[in-house]
Nanobody
Framework: QVQLQASGGGLVQAGGSLRLSCAAS????????IGWFRQAPGKGREFVAT????????YYADSVKGRFTISRDKAKNTVYLQMNSLKPDDTALYYC??????????????????WGQGTQVTVSS
């Protein structure tokens, strides 16, 4: 199955930007969505954004809409998350994940069956 590796996190000041990458090992097959989720200390895993691998249809959490942009490059087997106007509340460990082709709600983490290790994003004030 597809293996995912998240990268690009770091420490930035409020108002800054980061670009996260989610690289898939080998061809991306039998995949409906690749999405980003985040988890802050003491909190559950939260949906951030997701993209349909075939159509490029996107969905965003209300908390990031207008600030974050998800995209994919099929030739590079990679999904990106451009994060602008970062806030301290965005501080979390960010994971990318893949859902299979079975129909399911794109915002629900349990519909994703392959997960990367995550990359830390820390936003200071």
């Amino acid at each position: 199955q597809v293996q995912l590796q998240a990268s690009g996190g770091g420490l930035v000041q409020a108002g800054g930007s980061l670009r996260l990458s989610c690289a898939a090992s080998g061809p991306v097959v039998n995949t409906r969505f690749i999405g980003w989720f985040r988890q802050a200390p003491g909190k559950g895993r939260e949906f951030v954004a997701t993209i349909n691998w075939s159509s490029a249809m996107t969905y965003y959490a209300d908390s990031v809409k207008g600030r974050f942009t998800i995209s994919r490059d099929k030739a590079k087997n990679t999904v990106y998350l451009q994060m602008n106007s970062l806030k301290p509340d965005d501080t979390a460990l960010y994971y990318c994940a893949r859902s299979n082709t079975i129909v399911g709600a794109a915002r629900i983490s349990t519909n994703y069956d392959s997960w990367g290790q995550g990359t830390q994003v820390t936003v200071s004030s």
